[in-house]
């Protein structure tokens, strides 16, 4: 099929429509060129957004040394951290217990309630804890991160439950039967079989909820108590007051961290195909 | 399954309800985790929506219907007369006008190139897709924010324009339904193109072949052959885009700033200076509401042969 739509350039091409290649071409540029413009003038060595005066990394070393960046940059760390190591637990057992196994009563229920974070728009669940959380850092006076941790949690489990669970449905049962028929103990035979093989799942999983975490805006600002901003809540804040290119090389930053997450994410995936 | 037969041994019987148990053993740190953040608390809202609402925020715990009478109501302050709530209701339909402005554009726009992407030679469609997946992880701030810098007055659109003397003022595109809808479009386009990806990826090129063998002309095949076969995707994608445009707060926060408020920034001034907590509970679950119901009309609509097409 391939050589057919290379060799057909000039000829009838029945996979061609007028004026769609265009469209397509234009669309890959409008997703990337603000992004590559945002990211461009991070290097910028005047103030402006607008003027290019030549390369420098000024804005990231005024950034490192702001210090309201450094405190965000390390709770928004150990914030993801946390919490991408907490629901990539709780996902993976949740997986096993939901693939491969004989349909069992509630098992459509408890799909929805691991997929409700990605159903109820993310206003809905912020507001909602912000109302329980309100209530309970009223009656116990603890303000901590804790709120934080588990609000991130609840909300990353689905995105690391989903490519653990994809995994766990491709792989072949015959190695852990065979691992049973050599007298391997149920949990020997998970431990040395069933988790080698699913490891690259967890891995994307954890990749996934720690980005997503990472990212995360709208729950963080509702949920957080004062002086809790993560990194893209402060930036949120910010601007909305002046806006210098020291918030590019912020964002610039926080993006090659995504991207480099994903793509590894990426080649996780297409390497067991 | 092959050994569903009703006749099966004690033995196997009690296996099977171990297992059971085992899953539920293991689903339940999950579920417990999620029932204290996400499906408790809106349970919790859905309570507080029906209380009074306090004087410095939060509530009293004393029955009231005012929350969700203020939804679409308002009190007059001097004659107590209840009226509709002009303010309210402007923004659940520029909501509900943005975003299905949102959704159309990125179906126009994610349409074609969900087609050139499924006609790529299959070994370099993958590439082509990850080109259209990072945006979609990367984080959701940072492209509105990318989307600021390029519209601002000051920005490079109007410095661009300005300089080129196409323009003597710059254009004020900040903090209009404009903004947003542009925003919201750029943000939310890959959760059009995906979906319809997916259904276009499947497209039996054949019968696209066989139209043209019967002289039909490319918008005829387009509009008769392609588009119904692709439907399901349409849809897909329309609802994927819709949904999140309809729950928008960060985006028409940074884009449409005080005054084009969107219902998720309706919400938020419900905890911030208006402080009516019932009000935003109703309102919240309002939201939910409709997007619940959306959700179940598609379920509907894919279970009554919506995807029929598919192979």
């Known amino acids: 099929m391939?050589?057919?739509?290379?060799?057909?350039?000039?000829?009838?091409?029945?996979?061609?429509?007028?004026?769609?290649?265009?469209?397509?071409?234009?669309?890959?540029?409008?997703?990337?060129?603000?992004?590559?413009?945002?990211?461009?003038?991070?290097?910028?060595?005047?103030?402006?957004?607008?003027?290019?005066?030549?390369?420098?990394?000024?804005?990231?070393?005024?950034?490192?040394?702001?210090?309201?960046?450094?405190?965000?940059?390390?709770?928004?760390?150990?914030?993801?951290?946390?919490?991408?190591?907490?629901?990539?637990?709780?996902?993976?057992?949740?997986?096993?217990?939901?693939?491969?196994?004989?349909?069992?009563?509630?098992?459509?229920?408890?799909?929805?309630?691991?997929?409700?974070?990605?159903?109820?728009?993310?206003?809905?669940?912020?507001?909602?804890?912000?109302?329980?959380?309100?209530?309970?850092?009223?009656?116990?006076?603890?303000?901590?991160?804790?709120?934080?941790?588990?609000?991130h949690t609840a909300f990353c489990v689905p995105f690391a439950y989903l490519p653990i669970r994809a995994r766990l449905e491709d792989m072949d049962r015959s190695l852990e039967i065979a691992a049973a028929d050599l007298y391997a103990t149920p949990w020997r035979c998970f431990r040395r079989v069933t988790l080698p093989l699913?490891?690259?799942?967890?891995?994307?999983?954890?990749?996934?909820?720690?980005?997503?975490?990472?990212?995360?805006?709208?729950?963080?600002?509702?949920?957080?108590?004062?002086?809790?901003?993560?990194?893209?809540?402060?930036?949120?804040?910010?601007i909305r007051r002046v806006i210098t290119p020291e918030m590019n090389a912020i964002a610039s930053a926080l993006l090659a961290v995504s991207v480099l997450m994903v793509s590894l994410i990426f080649l996780i995936n297409r390497k067991k195909t | 399954m092959p050994d569903d037969s009703p006749s099966l041994s004690k033995y196997e019987l009690a296996a099977r309800k171990q297992q059971t148990r085992r899953n539920l053993l293991l689903c339940s740190p999950a579920l417990i985790v999620l029932l204290l953040a996400a499906s408790g608390p809106l349970l919790v809202m859905l309570f507080y929506s029906f209380l009074k609402s306090g004087n410095y925020?939060?509530?009293?715990?004393?029955?009231?219907?005012?929350?969700?009478?203020?939804?679409?109501?308002?009190?007059?302050?001097?004659?107590?007369?209840?009226?509709?709530?002009d303010a309210h209701?402007?923004?659940?339909?520029?909501?509900?006008?943005?975003?299905?402005?949102?959704?159309?554009?990125?179906?126009?726009?994610?349409?074609?190139?969900?087609?050139?992407?499924?006609?790529?030679?299959?070994?370099?469609?993958?590439?082509?897709?990850?080109?259209?997946?990072?945006?979609?992880?990367?984080?959701?701030?940072?492209?509105?924010?990318?989307?600021?810098?390029?519209?601002?007055?000051?920005?490079?659109v109007n410095n661009l324009l300005t300089d080129l003397h196409i323009i003597e003022q710059p254009i004020q595109m900040m903090y209009t339904d404009f903004a947003i809808m542009i925003g919201m479009t750029y943000v939310y386009l890959p959760l059009m193109i995906l979906p319809?990806?997916?259904?276009?990826?499947?497209?039996?090129?054949?019968?696209?072949?066989?139209?043209?063998?019967?002289?039909?002309?490319?918008?005829?095949v387009l509009r008769r052959v392609i588009i119904p076969l692709i439907k399901p995707g349409i849809v897909a994608g329309s609802i994927l885009v819709f949904i999140p445009s309809l729950g928008a707060f960060v985006t028409p926060r940074v884009l449409g700033g005080g005054k084009n408020l969107m219902l998720g920034n309706l919400i938020e001034l419900q905890f911030g200076q208006g402080r009516n907590w019932p009000l935003g509970a109703a309102l919240s679950i309002t939201l939910l509401f409709i997007v619940m119901a959306t959700l179940l009309l598609y379920v509907r609509y894919s279970q009554k042969g919506g995807v029929q097409h598919e192979q």
């Open chain 1, 198 to 238: 699913l490891l690259p799942g967890i891995l994307a999983g954890a990749m996934l909820a720690f980005v997503i975490s990472l990212d995360d805006v709208v729950i963080t600002e509702f949920v957080k108590s004062a002086g809790q901003d993560t990194l893209p809540t402060f930036m949120l804040g910010q």
């Open chain 2, 89 to 156: 209701l402007s923004v659940f339909w520029r909501s509900i006008k943005l975003s299905a402005m949102t959704t159309f554009t990125c179906l126009v726009i994610g349409f074609p190139t969900a087609y050139f992407i499924a006609t790529r030679p299959r070994e370099s469609r993958n590439f082509w897709l990850f080109l259209i997946t990072i945006p979609f992880w990367t984080n959701l701030l940072i492209r509105t924010f990318a989307i600021l810098e390029l519209i601002r007055n000051n920005g490079i």
């Open chain 1, 2 to 151: 391939s050589s057919s739509i290379a060799s057909s350039k000039k000829l009838f091409s029945i996979y061609k429509l007028p004026g769609f290649n265009f469209i397509a071409i234009t669309c890959f540029v409008m997703l990337y060129a603000p992004i590559m413009i945002l990211v461009g003038y991070s290097f910028n060595e005047g103030s402006s957004l607008a003027l290019w005066e030549g390369f420098s990394l000024r804005w990231y070393y005024s950034a490192w040394q702001n210090e309201a960046v450094k405190d965000a940059t390390l709770l928004s760390l150990i914030i993801a951290l946390q919490a991408s190591l907490y629901s990539t637990v709780l996902a993976t057992m949740a997986a096993l217990g939901t693939t491969r196994t004989r349909a069992f009563r509630g098992q459509t229920a408890i799909y929805a309630m691991i997929n409700q974070p990605l159903m109820v728009p993310e206003i809905v669940t912020a507001v909602a804890l912000l109302i329980v959380f309100a209530t309970i850092k009223q009656a116990t006076g603890y303000q901590g991160l804790s709120y934080l941790v588990i609000a």
């Open chain 2, 196 to 220: 319809l990806y997916a259904s276009m990826e499947k497209l039996d090129f054949r019968l696209v072949e066989a139209a043209y063998d019967l002289y039909a002309t490319r918008i005829r």
């Open chain 2, 57 to 85: 925020g939060g509530v009293v715990y004393e029955f009231s219907l005012d929350g969700w009478l203020n939804v679409f109501l308002v009190r007059d302050i001097f004659d107590d007369v209840l009226k509709v709530a």
